[in-house]
Antibody, heavy 120, light 108 residues
Framework: QVQLVESGGGLVKPGGSLRLSCAAS????????MSWIRQAPGKGLEWVSY????????KYADSVKGRFTVSRDNAKNSLYLQMDSLRAEDTAVYYC?????????????WGQGALVTVSS | EIVLTQSPGTLSLSPGERATLSCRAS???????LAWYQQKPGQAPRLLIY???SRAAGIPDRFSGSGSGTDFTLTISRLEPEDFAVYYC?????????FGQGTKLEIK
């Protein structure tokens, strides 16, 4: 069955960096677009970034553009999110999500989430 | 950016009743690419409906979606105890891929 497992969350100071990973299994990872979606404590959902199946197309939400970098390694069935210049407002649970295909960007499978806390 | 407004913010109903949740977009949703998700406390969201009216795999037929353009509805025909949760809509056609603020469905 499809499994997505995030790791790498933790406590970081404002201005610091963190790298999240998402390990995928149970499907052909290289066939799917993947996204990061976040949820601040007690708040709603916010799409953060997507990367195409080959990695050639990437998009970001304006709130993270220039600070976050999404990447993938299809040989390792893994998705990554490099987060730099972190701010308090980046505090959230970060989910990786698989694009459901064939059209539009929606998420038919989600990981369990990784908590990122930005605080001094 | 397309803003999605969900109503009501909180819906209090009893098991066995019918629930109607609304999602209104600030502009037409491209090709009616709208999804509905359910989220329970401490869990990741689960896909219910996409696009607009098709149930995802394994979703009971008491869940149905309808609508087009800017107005969409999620209906739960007869509430089961496990249906009490927060529901989000998401437009999937135009970047940034925005979510509504959620409707909390609580037991009356």
């Amino acid at each position: 069955q499809v499994q997505l497992v995030e790791s790498g969350g933790g406590l970081v100071k404002p201005g610091g960096s963190l790298r999240l990973s998402c390990a995928a299994s149970g499907f052909t990872f290289s066939d799917y677009y993947m996204s990061w979606i976040r949820q601040a404590p007690g708040k709603g959902l916010e799409w953060v970034s997507y990367i195409s199946s080959s990695g050639s197309t990437i998009k970001y939400a304006d709130s993270v553009k220039g600070r976050f970098t999404v990447s993938r390694d299809n040989a390792k069935n893994s998705l990554y999110l490099q987060m730099d210049s972190l701010r308090a407002e980046d505090t959230a649970v970060y989910y990786c999500g698989r694009d459901g295909l064939p059209a539009g960007l929606y998420f038919d499978h989600w990981g369990q989430g990784a908590l990122v806390t930005v605080s001094s | 950016e397309i803003v999605l407004t969900q109503s009501p913010g909180t819906l209090s109903l009893s098991p066995g009743e019918r629930a109607t949740l609304s999602c209104r977009a600030s502009q037409s949703v491209n090709n009616n690419y709208l999804a509905w998700y359910q989220q329970k406390p401490g869990q990741a969201p689960r896909l219910l409906i996409y696009p607009a009216s098709s149930r995802a795999a394994g979703i009971p037929d008491r869940f149905s979606g309808s609508g087009s353009g800017t107005d969409f509805t999620l209906t739960i025909s007869r509430l089961e105890p496990e249906d009490f949760a927060v529901y989000y809509c998401q437009q999937c056609g135009t970047s940034p891929y925005t979510f509504g603020q959620g409707t909390k469905l609580e037991i009356k």
